[in-house]
Every structure is written in C-alpha cells, then in structure tokens.
C-alpha cells in the first residue's frame, strides 16, 4: 500500500484524538526513521523520550525475543524473575525502597494519588485531603492525573476532576505556601516540566519544598516520567540536587519503548499506605516489560549512557543557544540536557512540517516551543546535522 492510503485507512478506524503528521514510520536505526517509502528521517523526538537507547540496539532486542520464547506473562499474584531483578535494579539507581510497576506514566501517577491519600488517611481517617500540584505542569491524561495536571483547556470538557486539588507557579514557592494547610497530603511536581515548556525546577524551590514537607509531614512527589532515565545527564533530575522525593514516578524511556511506567516510594511511605487489596493491575510490571526494564538498565551501564547524555547535552545547549542568537524569532533557549525547548515568538508548527519535509523529525511543546527530546545515544554529528537542517528551514520561513 502507498503511504496515502494507509493514511485513509487510519482515519477510517481510528478515533481522531491526535493531528498526525502525515507520515507511516515503518522502521528504525539508531537515531534515524524510515517511513513505508523508504524516506530517511533523523529523530529527535524519539518517541517522545523514550526510545533513548536508539532503534534496533541488537542487545536490548535479542533480551527481548528470549523473553518472549519464555514467558510473557504471568500476573501480579505469582512472582516472576524479571521483575524482582527490575526492581532491585531500580531500587538501587534511585535510592528509593518501594517499586510499584505501571503499563504507562500516567498509571504510575494515579499510583502516587492513591498512596498519598492513604498516607494521610492512615494518619487522621479522614478523607478530605489535599494535593498541591502546578501551573503548567503535565501528568497525564487520565481523571486522576488529568487532575493534576495545570492546563485548563486540557481538563475543562471532562470536569468534575477528583477533588481537592490546589494549584501553585513552579519556583515560586510563597505560591505554594499560599495554598498550604492542615488537609494538605502531598505536593507533585515534575523535576523539569516537560509539555508545559520544558521549565526545569531550581534547586532552591526544590529544597524548600523540601524543607516544608518534611516540617509538616507532607509528601513530596516528584514526576520524572519525561526528564528522568538519564534524559538530564542524571538518572532521576533529582539526584542533580540531591534532594530525595518521598514518592517518585517513572515511565517513557524506562523500558524504552516497551510499555512500562512505576511508581516508587520510601521505606516510610511504604509502610504506611497502600496495602495488600489496595491497588492492583492485570499486566504491570510482566515478564517482557521487566526484561526491557533490566536490559535497559544494563546497557546504560555498559555504555555509559549517562556520561554521554551529560556530554551530548551540553552540546545541544550550545548549538540552540547559537541559533537563538542567530535568528530573530527565536525568543530563548530553555531545558535541561537532553531535554531542550527553542521559545520561539510565533507558532512553530510550520517550521516543524517543513524540517519534516528535509528529512527531520521534531515535535512542539505547547504552539510556540520546539522541542528536542532525541534518544541519549545521540552524538556531536547528529546534533550538527540537526542543526544544519534546521538553520535552513529558519531561513527559509
Ligand atoms: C508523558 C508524561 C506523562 C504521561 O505518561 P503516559 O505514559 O502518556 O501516560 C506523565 N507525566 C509526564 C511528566 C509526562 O511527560
């Protein structure tokens, strides 16, 4: 079939939830796509930071097909070897104590809400608590998470949310303050806001929520479901500052294109909230995702993929910065690592389609923002190349 017609095709059957480019991606190597015309793209968006280790990594595949040949899935009633590695793995690279595995980010999410509100109900047996959660932040589009997540356009169709949810301006902590009181259970943030504008945390608002947390016995739950798996040159945001959450989330690169997500937790929180009966899932945390989650760990050992991503990271920053400094509808660079956003003063959607047209896949971040989220094996050369591709199409505009 020509790519046209399995674009029709797909418009008969699938419900119109996304404007999708009009491209079919048949396949991957390393940081580039092919669509079913053979037409090359270089990739920097990876699946929206996931596929961080690059397509085709033969090692990560083969780990994956011996799975399969043994088992795919058990349930969460049997223990299965996979997930007892993965979460010993996670465990270990985190510092957290307590794994809960999810099938995607925003699961892990409704997993940190429920924990948070038994906590506190296990502490006064009521039932009228509250979350602080941001402006602009994005947790994912479930009611649980969707509640949470500070865009309005994105919640207004489908209220009621679930209840007692404040909202407060990343780094502005007296924001924060402002909505805190004796029902609060817990504050949730993402370390860097991803499809909120790629605006990382500062380490001081960190600390001080921190610090408030601990004095008032609050949770702090940080959502590393973009920025963390090493996309900042560390493997949770966090670690940069060493500030340690009470409750975390993972997903996107976790498995890197497996579905899986978790939820962890410290000792303390572990052992006092969700219980046995309390939360559950049918498919979280099976053998195949599992083997993606332990294998994914290895290779990012093995192959220094956070030393890289630090290295790549830094570079990317420079090359935005020049072209911030070179073209005027660029309004500045903003992000962390390998988690970049161009702020631009128009909407970008027409320079995205034609650096689709050369051959380079980039993504939005809200109407104005260019975002760059590529695999954390990108290299020097194809940052340039990106780069290249992009100063043509900012010239051509
Ligand atoms: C993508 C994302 C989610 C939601 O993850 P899904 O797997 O799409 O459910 C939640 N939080 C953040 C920060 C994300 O970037």
Redesign the pocket.
Known sequence: MQMKEYIEEAEKALLHTYNRYQVVLEKGEGVYLYDTEGKKYLDFVSG??VFALGYGNREYNDALKEQIDKIIHTSNYYYNVPAIEAAKKLKEASGMDRVFFTN??????EGVIKAARKYAYLKDGKTDHEIIAMNHS?????MG?LSVTGNPHYREAFEPMIGNIRFADLNDFDSVLANVNEKTCAVIL?TVQ??GGLYPAEEDFLRKIRKLCDERDILMIL?E???GMGRTGYLYAWQKFGIKPDMM?T??ALACGV?A?AFLMTEKVGQNSLKAGDHGTTYGGNPLACAAICKVFDIYEKEHILEHAREAGAYLEEALDALAEEFDVIETRRGAGLMQGLVCKEPVAGIIAKAMEKGLILINAGSNIIRFVPALIISKEHIDEMTGILRECLSER
Request: aromatic share 4%.
């Open positions: 929206i930071a995607s980010g925003a699961e892990a999410v994005f947790h994912g589009r479930t998470a993402e991803g499809e959502d479901i973009q920025c989330t997903a996107k579905p997500g």
